[in-house]
Every structure is written in C-alpha cells, then in structure tokens.
C-alpha cells in the first residue's frame, strides 16, 4: 500500500482550525463554566494581587488592603449602627475577621463584595449582642466617615444637621433589622438592589420587597411626630422612595 503523502503546511494550518473551532463550539461543562466564571473574577479584581501577596504572609499588603477599604466599611458601619461611639470598635473587628478569613476567600466573587457582606454579619452581631445600641438623645453625634472635604458650615446648620441625624438614627433603630440593613444599604449608601442580594445572599426581589416596607415604615414613623417636620423635608429632597410633597391649592399663600 503507498503511504499517504506528507500534509502540506497549508492543509495543516486548514486542518489545525477546523479543530480549534471545533472544540471551542462545544459546550462548557458546569464545572468547567465555574472555573472561568471564577478565573475571570479574579483577573477582574483590582484587590488581586493584594489579596494573593497578604494570603502569603505579607503584612505591608493586608495594610494596603486595610488603607483602601477602611473609609467605605467605616460608612458600612455608621449607616447601619449609627453616630455610636463603637463605630471604630466595630470597624477594627471587621478587619480582624477579614484577617482571620482571608485564607478561605476563594475569589468567586470581587472582594469587595466579599468584604460587604462580612460587614454587615459583624455589624449584625454587634447589634444583636446589644453593644451598639445607644441612646441618641445621650450621644455626641459625629460626621459621617466620607472620602470629600467636609464643606464649611456654621454652627446652627450644624445643630440642625446633628438634631436631624439624631432623629433619622432613633427611628431606623426602631425597625427590623432586616428593613433597616436593606434601607441603609440602598438609600444612604447607594448600592444597587442586584449587588444588595449578592451581600446578604437573598433574591432581588426579596431586596425590593424589604424596602418597600423599610421605607413605608419610615415614614409613616416621621409622619406620626410632628416635631420631625424638619427631618421629613430633608428626606424628601434626598432619599428614593421618599413621599411626594403635597401641592399647596391653587392661591394659598398670595396677597390678595
């Protein structure tokens, strides 16, 4: 029998392709989807590196992480237990347990999802074991942690602001804490509904659900206190959700 003659570096280029297209036509299997789902994750993660060097022992790289975090989990922090004097406490816990967990962060999501979620469980415990419960009416209330230079104000407006967060704090306090996390998350800090759900590991429209009756809640609340006129008004111009301004009639308030 006469042997096939050698393929040509043509037919093999041809050839070499048709396999590739081939195999990547068929489909992924679960596992292997995972795998590049989660390998994309990580290659999208700005906090890689970082994370991988600190896994290792590197202390100067979980300090990096510590520096570009520390500002957005204090907010976490503030918006759900309030002007506390435990918010630091709080804070340097959630590091500690960032710390200690680290190793077992597998990067099949961004970390900074991650890192959500873990504050918000500790803040949770804190709030359930009672130590972050204070009475705002006794407390001393301070700035809200922020990445802007405070703007100048004078001392009235900064009454009024302290006696209006003061106010806003006592009656997120009194809500559930599931009306009150989604609230604060969605409301105060600006996180979309989807990424809300990946945090506390619950549908989207469980999310949507929450705050609809967080926000419902709130309000009637405000309503039910004349003296919180103010902190009304104030919602209204800032949060979604809020209530319409009801329309004065027609000629109210003109000279005749």
Not at 7 to 31: C, F, N, Q, W, Y
């Amino acid at each position: 029998m006469v042997a096939a003659p050698p393929a040509t570096v043509l037919e093999k280029g041809i050839r070499d392709r048709m396999v590739s297209s081939t195999a990547a036509t068929l489909p992924l299997s679960t596992r292997d989807a995972a795998t590049l789902a989660t390998s994309r994750a990580r290659s999208m993660d700005p906090d890689a590196t970082l994370i991988a060097r600190a896994k290792d022992g590197d202390t100067a790289a979980f300090r990096q992480i510590f520096l570009r975090h520390r500002d957005k989990v204090s907010r976490i922090v503030y918006r759900m237990i309030g002007p506390s004097p435990d918010v630091e406490d709080v804070v340097q816990d959630v590091f500690l347990n960032v710390y200690r967990s680290l190793p077992s962060f597998r990067g099949d999501s961004k970390f900074s999802t991650w890192l959500y979620r873990l504050a918000t469980n500790v803040t949770r415990m804190h709030l359930r074991r009672g130590r972050s419960r204070p009475k705002f009416s006794d407390v001393d209330v301070p700035e809200a942690p922020s990445d802007d230079a405070p703007p100048q104000v004078t001392p009235d407006l900064q009454v009024e602001r302290a006696e209006r967060v003061r106010a806003l704090y006592r009656l997120l306090d009194e809500l559930s804490e599931k009306k009150r996390e989604v609230l604060v998350m969605h409301d105060l800090e600006g996180v979309p509904a989807k990424e809300i759900a990946e945090h506390l590991d619950i549908p989207v429209l469980t999310v949507r659900t929450r705050l609809f009756y967080a926000r419902k809640d709130l309000y009637a609340r405000l309503a039910a206190e004349p003296s919180l006129q103010g902190v009304m008004e104030a919602l209204m111009d800032q949060l979604p959700g809020r209530p319409k301004r009801k329309q004065k009639p027609k000629g109210e308030g003109a000279t005749p």
